[in-house]
């Protein structure tokens, strides 16, 4: 018998938190974390975490496990998605999985094998070499040579996830784009229901700006101060979200407060409609337009029972 997972999540500040939050309570579940920022301790204004009083509430994992000086991935985070899941299932309860990183959420859903192709260190290392010295652009385009197709599914920052697309084709000879549509072909082992939550562009953009405001007003540049004296430095998988390199960029002189601010909001909002292009990628996916609800959670919520139910997820 198929164990139950319901999966919340679309845009960033579309509403996730709340609503994840009163899902929880109605269907006795727990909520995990698919956010590849939340993960870090000390990095609470930026990434958004819920507050004290909501992960009362409701018990939350992959949350605060890791100091930001080390490294997460799509494969740890599938480790430890797993094992939360089993602890949730123990407790008769079922897991929520809430966050916007889609490639995350598809890992875990499909149960994506990540087994890596042969290593070799000094690959890794000539690569990483070569971004720093040419930059990620340089990278990128031989992404773009090697696979045309994961060139244009990763963006060029991303330059831990370009790694592992041109190491996979060199190892291999094969192209990570391929590797990973045949993987996505798959059935996932779970009864599953998976909600994207999403707005209007222009209500959504609005509120992107409002959290960004919101974080700059609740201290995000002491929270980045802060880091750097734990030692965090720009290199760093933690220090490649939204809101902290550009915070860095401003802390390091090089650029004013008002210009780290204005980039965040423009590439948060860039961030937002890359998010949107992926979940509608995705298989099997009911989209909850907020408007259409008259932006009324209990409305949304009871939406959300009657599709729980009709898949047998709650009775």
């Known amino acids: 018998m198929q164990k139950s997972l319901i999966i919340l999540t679309g845009p960033t500040a579309v509403g996730k938190t709340e609503l994840s939050i009163r899902l929880a309570e109605q269907v006795k579940g727990s909520i995990i974390s698919a956010d590849s920022m939340q993960v870090y301790r000390h990095m609470d204004i930026g990434s958004a975490k819920a507050n004290l009083s909501e992960m009362q509430r409701i018990p939350h994992y992959l949350i605060d ?6 490294e997460f991935d799509v494969v740890k985070f599938q480790e430890y998605a797993k094992q939360a899941m089993e602890e949730i299932y123990s407790y008769g309860r079922i897991p929520i999985l809430v966050g916007g990183t889609g490639f995350y959420i598809q890992a875990l859903l499909y149960d994506i094998d990540f087994t890596k192709e042969q290593e070799e260190p000094s690959y890794r290392a000539w690569l990483e070499q070569e971004a720093a010295a040419k930059g990620a652009h340089f990278l990128h385009e031989m992404l773009a040579e090697a696979d045309p197709e994961a060139a244009a599914n990763i963006h060029e920052n991303n330059i831990k996830r370009v ?77 490649q979200g939204l ?22 909001k423009r590439d948060t909002r860039h961030f937002a409609k890359r998010q949107l292009t992926w979940f509608r990628r995705e298989r099997e996916v009911t989209w909850i337009h907020k408007q259409e609800f008259g932006y009324d959670n209990d409305k949304i919520l009871t939406y959300m029972q009657e599709i729980l139910a009709e898949k047998g997820i709650v009775s």
Do not use: W
């Open 65 to 70: 496990i890791l100091e930001p000086t080390e």
């Open 243 to 264: 809101g902290y390199k550009e915070i860095l960029d401003y802390l390091d002189g090089n650029c004013t407060i008002e210009e780290a601010e204005y980039r965040i």
């Open 163 to 239: 790694i592992r697309a041109l190491e996979f084709h060199h190892f291999s000879g094969k192209k990570i784009s391929e590797h990973n549509a045949k993987e996505r072909k798959k059935d996932s082992p779970y009864c599953f229901a998976y909600f994207v939550l999403n707005d209007e562009r222009e209500r959504l953009y609005q509120r992107i700006n409002e959290r960004v405001e919101q974080m700059m007003a609740q201290g995000l540049v002491e929270e980045v101060r802060q880091l750097q004296k734990l030692g965090c430095q720009k290199h760093m998988v933690s220090m």
